[in-house]
């Protein structure tokens, strides 16, 4: 079955999901066990398409068998970028299903057959998205997740969660349209969907000049900026993710805008190609600084935050800021473009980590206030540990994946003579330092008052017992919610540890198409 | 101005009206204080995307992009061909494009052979593609068509679970409460 | 494909469009938005794209225009724009 | 009113840009612009009746050349009704402190013989016809999703011209989520089907192996046909069940 392995990854969450339909609504208690099945099965085939990958260079898989001519059927290509964005998705999904062990946060908890399968059938399309070689599949694939998105954001119990969910569907609508016309443009000129069809006409010189390709290279950027909530186009990110049930904000905020990201990066390497983009267009120094006031204002907006999601919510769009600045810095050795990549992989885990915590800590007190922390750690040792770690990757100190995927940004960014990107970056790693140092003083010192009196009994009790007095829910689920949080933990730290091992595996694709060293092939 | 006119409007035509609709769309989405009316809004810019691909697929004299049909009593390797061919005689008539005819033989050699070799590369210019429409378009259009309607019924499910919670659709409404609420 | 029909359904389409979206009450918005849906049926089916003009016959004139009315049913029917 | 300037300006922005790209057009009905002269659209053109014996290319690309787009198109709307169910269907009794906004009783509208025995007449025919459009989707314009919301729209017409309450007792929720769920599964166990034979997924000429009398042209005929079954199952389950949850408000009870 090893053949067979690129669409195993897409299509086993799928089957689970429709299994799920079938039996969850005599059983509702097989949809969690089916769950985890689907995405053991995606994550094992994942694996085993990267070793392939790592054997024989790139993977191409024909739906329905349509090889000749290229581009009449439905590709998948796997090269060492998606495969690990695969294994990373997978991965972080599954640390969500753990963590989702008994829902929280949602209006209610008789769907959970409806939350399970809008969860697996979100993998299959962010599985999908990564996998295809196909511009209008993706758009296809970008519709599954979204919608799904939507409706994993509309669940949650909060009376402000609805309005972010519209506000969510309109934006992301506009997105995915933008994208679809930026693929009917290229269409139009180059009379190919699949994306190398594509990259062979674009570059062609008679092409080169045509207006209508740099429309659609607008559009489709805006369209993807709007779905990676780049600074500018935002607007939907914080509230949607603050407000979405604890689960869903999981899965949505690690997974959604980094793919996105890889969304974006796959548009310049495999649509438009690196030699179009970085030498035809020369348009680096301008997303440049968009990407340095997108990390300045994320942080900015992120100080001045008190709940805990939503700043969590400004932090990623400063995130963001970095892997978009980062992919289009255009240094010699494209150590911004890895960087970037590699920031994909280690924000996924970090953010994952972040809202795990943010979610237990949800759950504990019903509250999302920040000075709610004070004096946690001494009643929940075990999460406040899981948010330091991720708390020090996000401000990048050495043994964790923040500090690595900064380093290359940097790197990137002193290659490439732009210094304002640097400062940007230091000036938001100082920024996350006050944010998670601020968080850790009230948490390990308890120096604020306890302004919620009714949550004041809960204090000096252990983390096994006492909950909350606002909680209706058990104890039951928080020892699966633990094990998530601290496999995201431990998946930072290794991130960290192998960091050179990632970029290798990066750069076997990268580097082949680097425009900057020789004459890439077309 | 009639040189204006025939040169950039007529032959353009109906990518001036997508772009109109699409424009109307994007206002309506953005600046409607109804949540309806932002939706259908939503739908209008959905359906301009959709009169953009269709029109790519236009071509002048090219009909519908279905064969004329076969006989179902042949057997179907024989009636392929023998449709094909009569087919081919009948539009070729009407064809106003520049065609690129084959001769009826090797066509028919090209079709047996293609008709067993399931991927068809051997089935070479059997069929004048300025005769047929361009499928592709509304191949995808169909599949945008579908992903609109799944859209506007989640949005407007939202816009039911709005009503629910704030008992009004109009945005500006909503946006007082959420800062009453937030204050008080 | 004739294209005097094409422009005459083209202008009515945007008329259609501006109408749906200034009428104030939401019924009729939708019952007007019904009838975009059909025309631009009609302008598909002259474009030679039958299966989408099919498609747009059932989903857009048919069930979307449904859907809308039955949300105005349960929310309210007037707009302020 | 700054959203109304904004609006403008982006409004303006997208109009600039598409007026900029529109002057690089080829012209409306081009036969040889490159979309309509490029090797893919003319491949599915000259090859699709060699290939697969459909003479609706369009079916033929859709369920085909590109099924697994189709597959995934029916997992959107699948995802719809399951995302509107999700939202909107009120399954648990409403928490304490939380107070739902009281709706306006709207006046009853009067049960009128004619329109229910028009539509009790009708409504057989429509269906009858949704099953020609998806059985003869090879032949003329039509296929799965047409039929399956035309039938969907049979079910919507008795839920509008009755009661809500008399169409869920033809098509109750546990029903319409098993036949949506089972008509996807047709679609990708085809797929899987083909996987297990050792071909690529959606291969479906591989099926001739199982399929009575068929070489793989006309197996990937008969499965193009069976999967647009599975894709009017799921649509017809799903058009109603959005239908029947947007006009109850989720409750399946009362209705329009």
């Known amino acids: 079955m090893a053949d067979q392995s690129p669409v195993i990854v897409v299509v086993a969450p799928l089957f689970a999901a429709l299994l799920a339909g079938l039996i969850g609504m005599r059983e509702k208690r097989a949809c969690l066990p089916l769950t985890l099945l689907g995405l053991v099965v995606s994550l094992s085939a994942a694996i085993v398409l990267f070793r392939r990958v790592l054997a024989e260079g790139e993977v191409r898989y024909f739906l329905g068998g349509w090889d000749k001519p290229l581009g009449i059927g439905i590709e998948l290509r796997i090269d060492t970028v998606n495969g690990l964005v695969l294994i990373v998705i997978a991965i972080v999904s599954l640390i969500s299903a753990i963590f989702s062990f008994r829902p929280h946060g949602q209006r209610d908890t008789e769907k959970n057959m409806h939350f399970y399968i809008l969860f697996l059938l979100l993998c299959a399309g962010l599985f999908g998205i990564t996998a295809t070689a196909d511009a209008f599949n993706l758009y296809v694939l970008v519709e599954v997740s979204s919608l799904t998105s939507y409706a994993l954001v509309a669940m949650g119990s909060l009376r402000r969660g609805t309005v972010a969910a519209f506000n969510y569907i309109i934006m992301g609508t506009i997105g995915a349209s933008f994208y679809l016309l930026g693929v009917g443009y290229l269409y139009m000129q180059t009379g190919a969907l699949n994306m190398e069809g594509i990259r062979v006409v674009v570059n062609q010189p008679d092409v080169l000049a045509s207006k209508a390709v740099l429309v659609a290279f607008v559009f489709i950027l805006t369209g993807v900026w709007i779905k990676t909530a780049f600074f500018p186009l935002h607007g939907w990110l914080p509230n949607a993710y603050a407000y979405a049930p604890t689960t869903s904000s999981t899965l949505l905020a690690p997974l959604m805008t980094k793919v996105f990201v890889y969304v974006m990066i796959r548009i310049m390497l495999s649509v438009f190609g690196l030699v179009w983009v970085f030498e035809h267009l020369s348009w680096s120094h301008i997303v440049v600084w968009l990407s340095v006031i997108a990390i300045l204002a994320g942080s900015i907006i992120a100080l001045t935050q008190t709940e805990l999601k939503k700043m969590l919510g400004f932090l990623i769009i400063a995130e963001v800021g970095y892997m978009v600045g980062g992919a289009w810095l255009a240094d010699e050795g494209l150590w911004g473009f890895k960087g970037a990549i590699y920031h994909i992989v280690s924000d996924a885990f970090m953010t994952s980590c972040l809202f795990i915590a943010a979610g237990i800590f949800y759950r504990r007190h019903d509250c999302h206030d920040i000075a709610s922390l004070d004096g946690a750690f001494k009643r929940m040792p075990l999460t406040m540990t899981g948010l330091l770690v991720g708390g020090l990757a996000m401000i990048g100190v050495p043994p964790t994946c923040g500090f690595f995927s900064k380093w290359y940004l940097i790197r990137g960014g002193i290659d490439s003579g732009h210094w304002g990107y640097v400062v940007a970056l230091i000036i938001s790693s100082l920024v996350n330092a006050v944010l998670f140092f601020r968080i850790f003083e009230i948490a390990f010192f308890g120096k604020k008052p306890v302004e919620h009196a009714d949550h004041g009994d809960s204090h000096g009790h252990g983390e096994e017992h006492a909950p909350a007095p606002a909680e209706p829910t058990g104890q039951a689920p928080m020892p699966t919610a633990l094990v998530a949080l601290m496999l995201s933990a431990g998946f930072i730290l290794l991130i960290g540890i192998f960091n050179g091992q990632i970029m290798e595996w990066i750069s076997l694709t990268v580097d082949p198409l680097n425009p900057f060293t020789k004459t890439p092939p077309l | ?184 | ?81 | ?256």
């Open chain 2, 1 to 184: 101005m009639r040189e204006f006119f025939e040169s950039y409007i007529v032959p353009y035509f109906n990518f001036w009206v997508y772009v109109i609709l699409m424009m109307i769309g994007m206002f309506a989405m953005i600046t409607k204080n109804n949540l309806i009316k932002k939706l259908i809004g939503m739908s209008i810019f959905q359906t301009a995307i959709i009169l953009f691909y269709v029109s790519l697929g236009v071509k002048d004299g090219a009909t519908i992009p279905i064969y004329f049909h076969e006989h179902k009593e042949e057997s179907h390797a024989e009636g392929t061909s023998e449709d094909a061919h009569h087919k081919e005689e009948e539009s070729s008539h009407e064809s106003v494009g520049p065609g690129i005819l084959t001769d009826a033989e090797r066509k028919q050699a090209h079709l047996e052979a293609g008709d067993h070799t399931p991927h068809g590369e051997a089935a070479g210019h059997a069929v004048n593609p300025d005769e047929f429409t361009n499928p592709l378009p509304h191949v995808l259009m169909l599949t945008a068509i579908v992903v609109g309607v799944a859209t506007l019924g989640v949005a407007l499910a939202v816009c039911q679970l709005i009503y629910r919670e704030f008992g009004t659709l109009e945005e500006s409404e909503i946006l007082t409460q959420i800062k009453q609420s937030n204050h008080g």
């Open chain 4, 1 to 256: 009113m700054g959203m109304r300037i904004l609006g403008f300006i982006a409004v303006f922005v997208t109009g600039a840009l598409l007026t900029y790209g529109v002057a690089d057009f080829p012209k409306w009905g081009d036969p040889h612009s490159p979309a309509n002269a490029g090797e893919v659209s003319t491949y599915f053109i000259q090859n699709t009746k060699a290939d697969t014996h459909v003479p609706n290319i369009v079916t033929a690309v859709l369920a085909d050349y590109r099924g697994y787009d189709t597959m995934f198109e029916t997992v959107v709307i699948f995802i719809a009704g399951v995302a509107i169910m999700a939202i909107l269907r009120v399954l648990a009794t409403i928490p304490p402190g939380h107070q739902p906004v009281q709706y306006d009783p709207r006046k009853k509208i009067a049960y009128d013989p004619i329109i229910s025995v028009t539509c009790r007449l009708i409504v057989p025919v429509i269906q009858l016809f949704a099953l020609y459009v998806v059985a003869h989707g090879h032949h003329s314009p039509g296929g799965g999703f047409q039929g399956g919301v035309i039938l969907g729209a049979s079910f919507i017409l008795i839920a509008i011209t009755s009661n809500l309450r008399s169409a869920l007792r033809r098509f109750s929720e546990k029903r319409f989520i098993f036949i949506a769920c089972a008509g996807a599964l047709i679609y990708s166990g085809f797929g899987l089907t083909t996987l297990l034979f050792g071909r690529n997924f959606l291969d479906y000429g591989v099926l001739s192996k199982i399929m009575f009398d068929t070489d793989e042209v006309m197996a990937r005929s008969h499965s193009m046909l069976g999967v647009e079954i599975g894709v009017m199952l799921t649509v017809t389950a799903i058009m109603f069940a959005i239908y029947a949850n947007l006009s109850s408000r989720g409750a399946l009870r009362g209705g329009l």
């Open chain 3, 1 to 81: 494909m004739i294209w005097q029909f094409d422009i005459i359904i083209l202008i009515f389409l945007v008329i259609t469009a501006v109408i749906s979206l200034r009428v104030r009450d939401l019924l009729s918005a939708s019952m007007i938005f019904g009838v975009y849906s059909f025309l631009i049926c009609l302008l598909w089916a002259e474009m030679g794209a039958v299966d989408v003009a099919f498609t747009e016959a059932a989903v857009g004139a048919g069930v979307s225009a449904v859907f809308l009315i039955a949300t105005v049913f349960n929310t309210n029917r007037r707009s302020s724009d």
